[in-house]
């Protein structure tokens, strides 16, 4: 079932978007799809049997998206399992904008050079030429994953959630989602967890925790919106002009607005926030952290990195996570009335869109082969196998903790934390790999997913071609790796 397609050809089908060829045009015949009429045994029924794969990514976000791929462009029949309707993850169906930069120096893999490419082809100027993080569109990243998925020849199954796992000895051999039709089943060599939950590795039986050894406590979960009509030019007069607010360093369209009270920096706008909680016209978790981006392509729009979900709200417990939705709701009411009443430049604004997504930073996290750590942010650790580098902060909300490395250093990631002892043929992709509360802080951000994602695709190919156990394999060296370790 392999067909391998070469790194050239990939980069042309990657760039057909500029010459816009049409999505129909570029959707191939499946290559993993199931004989009609095939079902296998579950819970006492027939399950039909919608695809019989190499490599099964579950979710879509920046990390899965990414391993689904390469995982297709490196030749493997791939099946793309996504509970909602849209790739992208936190990104798109969470409303996360903008990819923060890593402030790794030449940390982007070919993928993430895709993905910006991509971007520009698409008309989204990303680079504001001073910050390097990378200012994304929700609706034109979802289209490029889809446009990128067609081109590699990734089944994508839309609308169906993952509920549970057969393993055979130390092999998941099968995966049970739930679609529109009812349970089905999706059979495969090799299999991706990146749903951020770590749902698949815990259903095997995978070690894993959640939330900080020290509190109990996850990361605080973010409830994001979007605000339409939104005079911009003047509420940049009023911030960066008049208020010589000077934390976001770039300017139109690119630009930014912040205040995070917990922090020791103080924020311009903390003032304008505190007096509302006087007022009694916000509360004090309302006012404690505001944020807002600009989204390039959609003038007088901000995506809205607030309200900050009170900690007592778990992202790994379901009715907590419900209790969240509406408290997080009714936060994003009331600080939206606010700005529209009190904020130059939001005396028109509306609620343009909520999330579909509600934003977990962390919630599980996976104990495999290697268990990254501070010490490993702070020594700055290289490994012979690593997959991505980054130098992002330790920016973990809640705990209020905060650190950062000196310019120009940065510590690597190994595959050893994509993979466990206990399952064979499983990789674990993006925000739940093996990696301690703290650490996670560091290197959950989604240019740093994607690259981890991408380099699970390429191992999950080259395992089946050489037929080697994931778990075995010795990323440093797979020849087409998308990234070598760079030693001290
Ligand atoms: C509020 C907030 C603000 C952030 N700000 C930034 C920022 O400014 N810049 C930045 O770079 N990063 C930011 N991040 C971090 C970043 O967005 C995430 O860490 C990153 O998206 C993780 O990628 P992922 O692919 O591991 O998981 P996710 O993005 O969480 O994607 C997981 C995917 O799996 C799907 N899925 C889950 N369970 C199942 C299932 N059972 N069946 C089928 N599908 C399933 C989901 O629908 C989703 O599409 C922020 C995160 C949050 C929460």
């Not at 794969?53 to 791939?78: E, F, L, Q």
């Not at 998941?172 to 089943?185: D, M, S």
């Not at 997080?328 to 005396?347: N, T, W």
Request: glycine fraction near 8%.
């Amino acid at each position: 079932m392999l067909l391998p397609i070469s790194r050239r050809d990939f980069f042309k089908l990657a760039g057909a978007a500029a010459v816009g060829t049409l999505l129909s045009d570029r959707i191939k015949p499946s290559r993993a799809q199931a004989a009609s009429g095939s079902t296998i045994r579950y819970a006492d029924r027939d399950v039909p049997l919608l695809f019989d794969a190499d490599v099964c990514v579950c979710g879509g976000g920046p990390a899965g998206a990414a391993a689904a791929i390469n995982a297709a462009k490196n030749g493997a029949a791939t099946v793309l399992i996504e509970k909602g309707i849209a790739l992208g993850g936190l990104a798109v169906l969470g409303d996360v904008i903008p990819c923060m930069q890593t402030f790794a120096p030449d940390s982007d893999t070919p993928y993430v050079k895709i993905i910006k490419q991509q971007l520009l082809d698409h008309g989204i100027d990303y680079d504001d030429k001073v910050t390097g993080q990378v200012w994304t569109n929700p609706e034109t990243l979802s289209l490029i994953y889809d446009e990128l998925c067609a081109d590699a020849g990734v089944d994508i199954l839309y609308n169906a959630t993952l509920v549970d796992a057969l393993v055979d000895g130390d092999r998941i051999t099968t995966v049970i989602v739930q679609t529109i039709e009812g349970l089905a089943a999706v059979r495969s060599k090799v299999f991706v967890d990146a749903t951020g939950d770590a749902y698949l590795a815990r259903a095997v039986g995978v070690p894993s925790e959640r939330g900080y050894e020290k509190t109990g406590n996850n990361q605080p979960m973010s409830f994001r919106f979007e605000m339409g009509g939104i005079d911009l030019p003047k509420l940049y007069k009023y911030v960066a002009v008049k208020l010589k607010e000077d934390w976001c360093k770039s300017k139109l369209p690119h630009f930014e607005i912040a205040e995070a009270m917990h922090r020791t920096q103080r924020y311009k706008l903390e003032e304008l926030m505190a007096r509302g909680v006087e007022s009694g016209e916000i509360t004090q978790e309302e006012a404690e952290y505001m944020q807002a981006y600009t989204i390039i392509g959609k003038d007088g729009t901000m995506s809205m990195n607030c309200p900050e979900i009170p900690i007592k709200f778990r992202s790994t417990d379901p009715i907590e996570y419900s209790k969240a939705v509406t408290y997080g709701r009714r936060m994003i009411r009331d600080i939206s009335k606010y700005l529209i009443k009190h904020l130059p430049g939001f005396e028109h604004a509306y609620i343009a869109r909520e999330a579909v997504m509600l934003g977990a930073r962390e919630s599980w996290r996976i104990l495999g082969k290697y268990y990254l750590v501070e010490d490993d942010y702070h020594n700055q650790s290289r490994f012979p196998d690593a997959v991505a580098r980054t130098a992002w902060f330790i920016d973990a909300h809640g705990e209020k903790i905060s650190e950062k490395l000196p310019r120009g250093g940065f510590y690597e990631i190994p595959y050893r934390s994509l993979v466990s002892d206990r399952i064979g043929n499983l990789i674990v992709a993006g925000r739940c790999i093996s990696a301690s509360f703290i650490l996670q802080a560091s290197m959950r951000i989604q240019l740093t997913c994607m690259s981890i994602g991408e380099a699970a695709g390429i191992a999950s190919a080259y395992s089946i071609k050489n037929g080697v156990a994931v778990n075995e394999v010795q990323w440093e060296r797979v020849p087409n790796r998308s990234y070598v370790s760079q030693p001290k």
